[in-house]
C-alpha cells in the first residue's frame, strides 16, 4: 500500500519510532497505519493539511466582506467566480494567507449566489518532500508528531480490542481517546489542539 496524499508522515519517521531499522516487510502496513492516522487527524481537525490546489464552493446567506477559506495557509488565489461558469470573475479582494481569510476590497460578497475560489494551500508535508525535490517541508512538527504517535500506537496494539481505553505493557501506559484505539491517543490530542477547527 502507497502513501495517501493526504500522508502527514512518512513510512521511515514511524520505523524510526518504533526501532524497526531497514526491515522493509512491514511497509506496506505502516502505510495503512500512517493513512488511517492521518484520515483520523483530518477528521477530528476538521480540515486538511497537505498542499494541493483545489476550487471550493461558497454560498453565502449573509452580509459579509470576508470568506474563510479550508485550506490554510494560502499560497496563492489563482481566481475567484461567481455563478456556475467561470464566465463572470470578481475581481478586488485581499488574501490573508496565514488565517485564509479573503476579504473584497468594497462591499459584500454576493449573497446567496454560488462563488468559488480556485486556489492552492496547505501545508507540504514531509512525504510532498520526500516525492518531489523541489518543495521544503513546512507542515509543523507537531502535526507529524501527533501522527507518527497514533500510527506507531496503532502499529503496537495491533490484535487488541479495538474499544480498549487504557492499555499497560511493562511500565509504559497508554491512554487513548473516546472511542478506543480506533480514535487518537490523549497525547496526539493535546499536540492537535491548536490547529482543530470547531464549527
Known amino acids: 500500500m502507497a502513501l495517501s496524499k493526504h500522508a502527514l508522515t512518512t513510512v521511515d519517521a514511524v520505523k524510526a519510532e518504533l526501532s524497526l531499522g531497514g526491515d522493509s516487510k512491514l511497509d506496506a ?3 495503512r497505519l500512517i493513512n488511517s492516522a492521518s484520515d483520523a487527524i483530518r477528521s477530528h481537525c476538521g480540515r486538511d493539511f497537505a ?3 483545489i476550487r471550493e464552493d461558497f454560498v453565502i446567506q449573509d452580509d459579509r466582506d470576508t470568506i474563510l477559506l479550508s485550506l490554510n495557509p494560502v499560497v496563492s488565489v489563482d481566481a475567484v467566480y461567481r455563478g456556475l461558469g467561470e464566465d463572470d470573475p470578481i475581481e478586488g479582494y485581499e488574501l490573508d494567507p496565514k488565517a485564509g481569510l479573503l476579504k473584497l476590497w468594497h462591499g459584500n460578497w454576493p449573497k446567496n449566489e ?9 501545508y507540504v508535508t514531509p512525504h510532498q518532500a520526500e516525492q518531489d525535490s ?3 517541508r513546512d507542515l509543523p512538527y507537531d502535526i507529524e508528531e501527533a501522527c507518527i504517535i497514533t500510527a506507531a500506537t496503532r502499529f ?6 479495538a474499544d480498549i481505553q487504557i492499555m499497560q505493557v511493562e511500565q509504559i501506559r497508554v491512554h487513548f ?9 490523549e497525547a496526539a490530542l493535546e ?9
Open 51 to 53: 498542499r494541493q490546489t
Open 177 to 185: 481517546a473516546e472511542g478506543g484505539r480506533k480514535g487518537l491517543p
Open 134 to 136: 523541489s518543495v521544503e
Open 29 to 31: 502496513l505502516i502505510a
Open 114 to 122: 454560488l462563488v468559488h475560489v480556485h486556489y492552492t494551500g496547505g
Open 191 to 199: 499536540l492537535l489542539e491548536p490547529y482543530a477547527r470547531w464549527t
Open 156 to 161: 503496537q496494539y495491533l490484535g487488541q480490542p
